[in-house]
C-alpha cells in the first residue's frame, strides 16, 4: 500500500518540476525504504526553490484529489500516439516485453510505468521533501521524499531539529536563515585571515644547512592552529623547484583538543636517495599512520610523540646524505 502511494506521488512530484523547468524529465530509478523513497533524476541544475515549489503544487493537487487513470497500449508507439507529452524510461521498458501501462494524473502527468497506483491523489494526505543531493558530477539528483503518515513523522522530525539549531543558534523561526548566513560570512572571513596568518608564519622559517657543503636545507617547524591547505601549498612550492635540495618536515597541531598531530614530510627532486614514503613507514612502532610517494608523504602522529618522530627521521636522512 505504501510503496503505491510513494510512487503515485513521485509522479505527481516530477510533472511539477517538469511543468517549473519546461522540460521532460527522465527518472533514472525510484527507491522504496521504510521511512522514506528516493527518485533518482537525470538533470543537469536543480535549485532548492524548484523543489519546493514542486512540493507545493503536489499537496495542492493532493488537497483538490486529482484523480488517476491507467491506461494499456501494444507498443511504445501507440502509447505516444495517445499521449505525445509520454515520459518514459524506454530503455528498462524495452526489456519487459510487456504491454505499455501509462499512468495518468488528470490534467498534469502521464508516464509509462508498471508500478501499482492510487486511484485518486488524495489518497497520499501529505507529500514531504526531505532531502536534495547532487550525485558526483553525472548531471544526476537524489531526491528523498516522504508520503502520508510517512511524511507526517519526517514532518515532526525535521522540526525538532530545527528547533534544537534554533537555541542552539540563539535564534527563531524568522531569524534562523539570516543568522546562519552571518555565520557563514563570518567563517568565511576567519578562515581568510587564518590563511594570510599561515602564510606569514611559513615564509618566516628560516632554512638550516644540512650538510657542509651548505647545498642541502633542511624546513622544520612544529605548527599549531593554522591552515592546512596553505601548509601543504607551502611544502609543495618549497619541494617542487628541480634546482634546490630541500627536505621540509612540518608538523601541525590544530588545536590543544587534537590527540594527533598532522606530519608533512617531503624532499626535492635532486634527493632521491630519500624516500619519504618508506622512512614515514618505518615509525610505526611511534603509532605514526600514513605515507605517500617517494618525495612526499603525509601522516599523523600522537602529538606527545613529535619530538621522537622528527629525531628518527632527521637521524635517517643525515645517513642517506653521507
Do not use: W
Not at 260 to 267: G, K
Request: with cysteine.
Amino acid at each position: 500500500m505504501h510503496n503505491k502511494l510513494a510512487h503515485t506521488a513521485e509522479h505527481a512530484f516530477i510533472g511539477a518540476l517538469q511543468q517549473i523547468l519546461g522540460i521532460t524529465l527522465e527518472v533514472r530509478k525510484v527507491e522504496h525504504h521504510e521511512k522514506d523513497s528516493n527518485a533518482f533524476i537525470r538533470l543537469s541544475n536543480l535549485d532548492l526553490q524548484t523543489v519546493t515549489d514542486a512540493q507545493g503544487k503536489v499537496n495542492s493537487l493532493i488537497q483538490t484529489g486529482r484523480k488517476i487513470k491507467t491506461y494499456s497500449f501494444e507498443t511504445m508507439d501507440d502509447a505516444k500516439k495517445h499521449f505525445p507529452n509520454l515520459r518514459a524510461n524506454e530503455t528498462r521498458i524495452g526489456l519487459s516485453n510487456q504491454p505499455i501501462r501509462v499512468i495518468e494524473i488528470e490534467g498534469h502527468d502521464v508516464a509509462a510505468c508498471a508500478m501499482d497506483h492510487a486511484s485518486n491523489l488524495s489518497e497520499c494526505e501529505f507529500f514531504l521533501v526531505t532531502r536534495v543531493s547532487r550525485i558526483g558530477g553525472a548531471g544526476e539528483y537524489e531526491i528523498s521524499f516522504a508520503v502520508q503518515n510517512q511524511a507526517k513523522e519526517a514532518s515532526i522530525i525535521l522540526s525538532q531539529k530545527i528547533l534544537k539549531v534554533c537555541q542552539s543558534l540563539g535564534a527563531n523561526m524568522n531569524t534562523v536563515e539570516n543568522t546562519v548566513k552571518k555565520l557563514i560570512e563570518e567563517r568565511t572571513m576567519y578562515e581568510e585571515k587564518l590563511k594570510r596568518l599561515t602564510l606569514g608564519y611559513l615564509d618566516n622559517i628560516k632554512p638550516t644547512a644540512m650538510d657542509d657543503s651548505g647545498k642541502i636545507y633542511l624546513i622544520q617547524e612544529i605548527l599549531y592552529g593554522l591552515d592546512d591547505e596553505e601548509i601543504l601549498s607551502f611544502v609543495g612550492k618549497k619541494t617542487s623547484e628541480s634546482r634546490e635540495r630541500n627536505v621540509v618536515m612540518l608538523i601541525h597541531i590544530p588545536s590543544d583538543k587534537e590527540k594527533n598531530a598532522a606530519v608533512v614530510f617531503a624532499r626535492s627532486p635532486l634527493l632521491s636517495q630519500i624516500d619519504c614514503n618508506k622512512l614515514f613507514r618505518q615509525l610505526s612502532s611511534l603509532g605514526a599512520k600514513g605515507g605517500g610517494k617517494p618525495d612526499f608523504a603525509v601522516g599523523v602522529v600522537s602529538k606527545d610523540k613529535k619530538h621522537q618522530l622528527t629525531n628518527y627521521l632527521l637521524a635517517e636522512i643525515r645517513k642517506l646524505l653521507k
